[in-house]
């Protein structure tokens, strides 16, 4: 799970991104190693029977739309002939749908055209990047279906595959999801994704900023990913009962 690709990214997401080298260097060990990128489509449609995956498939994703995955990671993807989902945030992208919000410079839809063009799979991630789980019933369906509105509309085409923002998700929030029209839908988890997590629960591996080529080769095997992310299975645990007492408060005097 990538975020944005620069050399200067906006403080905001600077912890979350990768500089252009790193992406590179990261690229090409995939492919040393034998790995095969597949669009997320791809492999949820493999996994409900849809013919044989390749022997080491791996999905490359990117979430929000920054700019720079046009500028820096789509050449780089090209050289290596490697698929990618990009999950967007409709509502940030530039454009005639943009609502604020964005953390940094983001693509615009002739940016996006241009990507899907060259075999990226533009996938969801909701209107205005909300925190799903905290939404109301009608705000929720809302987000789900005019993020996979507006991509229909731009691309030609309805979008198969989301993402949830911050990687948040519940059971409410994966039926509003499914009930949009998505098929698939990935979350965070930093563990790889399996079969057996339901086609609405995919999990992710987070790269960031601070990710050495060391750590991303022992990532993508699947190697220590308890000790890496044991500070932020802790982090995640605890905020999801901090948002479920949330939510339930606002039941309450709802």
Same mark, same amino acid.
């Given at each position: 799970?990538?975020?944005?690709?620069?050399?200067?990214?906006?403080?905001?997401?600077?912890?979350?991104?990768?500089?252009?080298?790193?992406?590179?260097?990261?690229?090409?060990?995939? +492919?040393?190693?034998?790995?095969?990128?597949?669009?997320?489509?791809?492999?949820?449609?493999?996994?409900?029977?849809?013919?044989?995956?390749?022997?080491?498939?791996?999905?490359?994703?990117?979430?929000?739309? /920054?700019?720079?995955?046009?500028?820096?990671?789509?050449?780089? &993807?090209?050289?290596? !002939?490697?698929?990618?989902?990009?999950?967007?945030?409709?509502?940030?992208?530039?454009?005639? /749908?943009?609502?604020? +919000?964005? &953390?940094?410079?983001?693509?615009?839809?002739?940016?996006?055209?241009?990507?899907? /063009?060259?075999?990226?799979?533009?996938?969801?991630?909701?209107?205005?990047?909300?925190?799903?789980?905290?939404?109301?019933?009608?705000?929720?369906?809302?987000?789900?279906?005019?993020?996979?509105?507006?991509?229909?509309?731009?691309? !030609?085409?309805?979008?198969?595959?989301?993402?949830?923002?911050?990687?948040?998700?519940?059971?409410?929030?994966?039926?509003?999801?499914?009930?949009?029209?998505?098929?698939?839908?990935?979350?965070? +988890?930093?563990?790889?994704?399996?079969?057996?997590?339901?086609?609405?629960?995919?999990?992710?591996?987070?790269?960031?900023?601070?990710?050495?080529?060391?750590?991303? +080769?022992?990532?993508?095997?699947?190697?220590?990913?308890?000790?890496?992310?044991?500070?932020?299975?802790?982090?995640?645990?605890?905020?999801?009962?901090?948002?479920?007492?949330?939510?339930?408060?606002?039941? &309450?005097?709802?």
């Amino acid at each position: 799970m990538y975020h944005a690709v620069g050399h200067r990214p906006a403080p905001a997401v600077r912890a979350l991104s990768v500089s252009p080298d790193a992406f590179a260097e990261q690229m090409a060990l995939l +492919g040393e190693r034998g790995f095969t990128p597949l669009t997320t489509a791809r492999l949820a449609a493999g996994w409900r029977g849809g013919g044989p995956l390749p022997a080491r498939p791996v999905l490359i994703t990117f979430d929000d739309g /920054y700019e720079g995955v046009h500028r820096y990671a789509l050449p780089v &993807l090209a050289r290596h !002939g490697f698929a990618a989902t990009l999950f967007v945030a409709t509502g940030w992208l530039r454009g005639p /749908y943009d609502r604020g +919000g964005a &953390l940094d410079t983001m693509l615009d839809w002739d940016q996006v055209r241009q990507l899907a /063009y060259a075999g990226v799979e533009i996938g969801g991630h909701s209107h205005t990047h909300p925190q799903l789980d905290q939404l109301g019933d009608s705000r929720l369906r809302h987000e789900a279906a005019r993020c996979r509105e507006i991509v229909a509309d731009e691309l !030609g085409g309805a979008p198969a595959s989301f993402a949830y923002p911050y990687g948040y998700s519940t059971r409410r929030v994966r039926r509003a999801v499914r009930e949009a029209g998505f098929a698939q839908s990935l979350a965070v +988890g930093n563990a790889l994704a399996r079969r057996s997590q339901g086609p609405y629960a995919l999990e992710r591996v987070t790269v960031r900023r601070s990710t050495g080529i060391g750590e991303f +080769g022992r990532l993508m095997e699947g190697r220590a990913l308890g000790r890496i992310f044991a500070a932020d299975r802790a982090l995640t645990k605890a905020y999801a009962v901090v948002r479920g007492a949330r939510r339930g408060v606002r039941t &309450l005097r709802g």
